[in-house]
């Protein structure tokens, strides 16, 4: 198993472009999320899913749009980048059923810079 | 939203010494996860240990241990033993009744040789 894969890993941005962090799992975790961590602040939720089809938004959501059309994929679009959206961003997932442990199992990060 | 609260920014612990690192939070949920994840420089989130807030008994993982006290709404990580590879940003997370999972905002742990 690969576990949560992220990609890319680093990205340069101009003000104004836009971008598609890309996430996938394969193990059949129903739930999906994303967060951005900027220093000092911890990890903030911008976007999550409870399974394909269903999205919601998180603490922070704006300037970022997602979908998730399969169990295994939820990419996250940025729109009209801004500086500050200047940021790691993780894809975490995790399976929340009966019997599980439910932890969030996390990618290994997209570092992004807007200039 | 749920808050989770970490007050120390910074710690430090020698070799083979005991460090204690702090966490609260805020709910009014009585059914919930919470979890400590090691971050170390390579980025990776790695969980360290969780607790279910329905047991009473404090989970343990080897050095790792924490101190649950739910009506404090405190849960604070025991590393014993310290090791170098132990230096590392430490979080502590939240996971709802609604399953998200909230964060504090970390303790960067430094271990002197």
């Known amino acids: 198993n690969a576990g949560v894969t992220q990609t890319p890993k680093f990205r340069i941005l101009k003000i104004g472009q836009s971008m598609t962090l890309q996430c996938a799992q394969d193990m059949n975790h129903n739930y999906m999320y994303w967060y951005r961590q900027d220093p000092g602040m911890g990890l903030k939720l911008i976007y999550y899913?409870?399974?394909?089809?269903?999205?919601d938004k998180g603490e922070v959501p704006n300037g970022y749009n997602v979908s998730r059309s399969t169990t295994e994929d939820f990419p996250l679009r940025l729109e009209l980048a801004a500086p500050s959206q200047t940021s790691v961003y993780f894809c975490a997932s995790s399976y929340i059923g009966q019997g599980k442990k439910a932890e969030a199992f996390f990618g290994q990060g997209t570092r992004l810079t807007v200039v | 939203a749920q808050t989770v609260t970490q007050s120390q920014p910074e710690m430090s612990v020698q070799e083979a010494e005991t460090v204690t690192l702090s966490c609260t939070y805020d709910?009014?949920?009585?059914?919930?996860?919470l979890f400590w994840y090691k971050q170390p420089p390579s980025r990776q989130m790695i969980l360290v240990i969780r607790q279910e807030a329905y047991k009473q008994q404090n989970a343990t993982e080897n050095r790792f241990s924490v101190n649950f006290q739910k009506a404090a709404k405190s849960f604070s990580l025991k590393i014993s033993d310290s090791q170098l590879g132990d230096a590392a940003m430490y979080f502590c997370a939240y996971r709802s009744t609604g399953n998200q999972f909230y964060f504090g905002t970390g303790t960067s742990l430094t271990v002197i040789p």
């Open positions: 709910t009014s949920e009585s059914d919930y996860y």
């Open positions: 899913s409870v399974g394909a089809g269903i999205t």
